[in-house]
Every structure is written in C-alpha cells, then in structure tokens.
T-cell receptor, first 112, second 112 residues
Framework: DAMVIQNPRYQVTQFGKPVTLSCSQTLNHNVMYWYQQKSSQAPKLLFHYYDKDFNNEADTPDNFQSRRPNTSFCFLDIRSPGLGDAAMYLC???????????FGPGTRLLVL | SQQGEEDPQALSIQEGENATMNCSYKTSINNLQWYRQNSGRGLVHLILIRSNEREKHSGRLRVTLDTSKKSSSLLITASRAADTASYFCATEPNFGNEKLTFGTGTRLTIIP
C-alpha cells in the first residue's frame, strides 16, 4: 500500500546534540511538509517542499533545517535541540499543494 | 492569523449518539478539510469541502460549510468507541499560499 513512513517512531536525544528525523513516501507526491505538534495543540507547519523548491515558514527557528534529496525522501535536522523542541514531528505529502494531505505516523522527540 | 478555532474543545457522548463539532475561521478559503488523530499517531484525512459546496457526506460523516459565517461543522452519526480521537479542521486560504492552517481541535470521547 502507498504510504508515508517516518523513522524512528521515538527519538531520545540530549540537549544540544544534533538529531535527524526521516520521512519517506511511496505516493510519488510532489509536495512534502514537516509539522511540529506539541501536546494538545494544532500541528504547526515548519516548512514544505514543492518538488525541490524549499519554503520556510517565517517563524521556524534557524535551528531547524531540512533536506529533500529526491522525491521519495525528506529529512528534518535539528542542529541543537533544546528542551522546548520536544514534540511530535509529523511528515505529510500531497499531490497538489493545498489539497488533501497524507500523514505519516509521526516521530515523538524527547530531549533530555 | 488564519488559525481556526474548534468548538467544543472536548466532547464526551454515549456510544450510538451523534457527535457534532464546529470550526470557525477568519479569512476566505479555497477549501476546508477535516482530519482525525488518534492518540500519539499521525492525522488521517476524513473529508474535503470546497468553498462552492455547502454540504458533503462520507459514510457516517456529514460536513457543512457556511462561507458567509466562516464556519463548518462535522457530524458523526451513530458514534462508535473507535471514533474516540481528536478532530481537526484545516483551511486553505484563497490568497494563494497553498498551505493548510489547522484549528485547535476537538477531543471526542465515546463512552461504551
């Protein structure tokens, strides 16, 4: 089945230690998104790609970077995680920007 | 901010009853979408309604859209324990940014 896969499902890192979260998709969608979701809150868009065109949200901290080496894969790099970066990170794809999004199961990040 | 607000924030009903959730938003939209999120998981797309549509059905789900009031409602009929989840509305503004803004969510609990 076509799907969005996120690895790992749970990630524990130390304060200040770089971490990379990964997302892959078999849907062949052009658009990929990264969201941050804190407990009992709405998902907050960090950035998105339309094909290779990178779009950063104005309020996304510089600490967060992303790479999309090909259509199938997208990575979220957190260069120096702080305690406030502990959250669920959700990857999503869509065939057409602004239309239905397909989400992965998320990666829960814990910062010690 | 375009962020939608959902009402109520939390809702508990008996299995078999109907559940209604409401979403309000601030700017004109191209479409409005509803998503479900089970605890600790990714979001699942339920239904998309376009700005020129007033009502849409999918199985036990009924969505209405009133663009004059900038509001939408999601009705789940004959609720089941498996419907226990958080429900989010998301809007795509019509000023062309092709991104979704998620509402604050309604936490629905179905009591067996």
């Amino acid at each position: 089945d076509a799907m969005v896969i996120q690895n790992p499902r749970y990630q524990v890192t130390q304060f200040g230690k770089p971490v990379t979260l990964s997302c892959s998709q078999t849907l062949n969608h052009n658009v990929m998104y990264w969201y941050q979701q804190k407990s009992s809150q709405a998902p907050k868009l960090l950035f998105h790609y339309y094909d290779k065109d990178f779009n950063n949200e104005a309020d996304t901290p510089d600490n967060f970077q992303s790479r999309r080496p090909n259509t199938s894969f997208c990575f979220l790099d957190i260069r120096s995680p702080g305690l406030g970066d502990a959250a669920m990170y959700l990857c999503a794809t869509s065939e057409i920007a602004g239309e239905t999004q397909y989400f992965g199961p998320g990666t829960r990040l814990l910062v010690l | 901010s375009q962020q939608g607000e959902e009402d109520p924030q939390a809702l508990s009903i008996q299995e078999g009853e109907n559940a209604t959730m409401n979403c309000s938003y601030k700017t004109s939209i191209n479409n409005l979408q509803w998503y479900r999120q089970n605890s600790g998981r990714g979001l699942v797309h339920l239904i998309l309604i376009r700005s020129n549509e007033r009502e849409k059905h999918s199985g036990r789900l009924r969505v209405t859209l009133d663009t004059s009031k900038k509001s939408s409602s999601l009705l789940i009929t004959a609720s089941r324990a498996a419907d226990t989840a958080s429900y989010f509305c998301a809007t795509e503004p019509n000023f062309g940014n092709e991104k979704l803004t998620f509402g604050t969510g309604t936490r629905l609990t179905i009591i067996p």
